[in-house]
């Protein structure tokens, strides 16, 4: 059964930097796309990045520039660097999971999600 963990997430001030992790744990496919979406409290689920098999990214137009996804392919391990962030960026964190590599902002394109890790921006 595959499980993803996030971790990471935590206060920090408008202008600073997180790097939220997702471990990825029984799964193995050689087409894949990884993301990261999040969920603000009254609002729908938005994805934020997207990462594939082939390293190819794709950014939510809020945060390009700002966020960077990356993965550890041989660890199993998804990253997100957040810098200069906002209080807008405050959210639940979910990393998600499909396993045909459709690189994808929409969250009905995943099948496999963590729990979730919060972030908080705020002074």
């Known amino acids: 059964q595959v499980q993803l963990v996030e971790s990471g997430g935590g206060l920090v001030q408008p202008g600073g930097s997180l790097r939220l992790s997702c471990v990825a744990s029984g799964f193995s496919a050689s087409r894949y796309a990884m993301a990261w979406f999040r969920q603000r409290p009254g609002k729908e689920r938005e994805g934020v990045a997207t990462?594939?098999?082939?390293?190819?990214?794709v950014y939510a137009d809020s945060v390009k520039g700002r966020f960077t996804t990356s993965q550890d392919s041989a660890r199993n391990i998804l990253y997100l660097q957040m810098n200069s962030l906002k209080p807008e960026d405050s959210a639940m964190y979910y990393c998600?999971?499909?396993?045909?590599?459709?690189?994808?902002?929409?969250?009905?394109?995943?099948?496999?999600w963590g729990q979730g890790t919060q972030v908080t921006v705020s002074s």
């Open positions: 998600a999971l499909n396993a045909v590599g459709n690189l994808s902002l929409r969250p009905g394109s995943y099948n496999v």
């Open positions: 990462i594939d098999h082939y390293d190819i990214t």
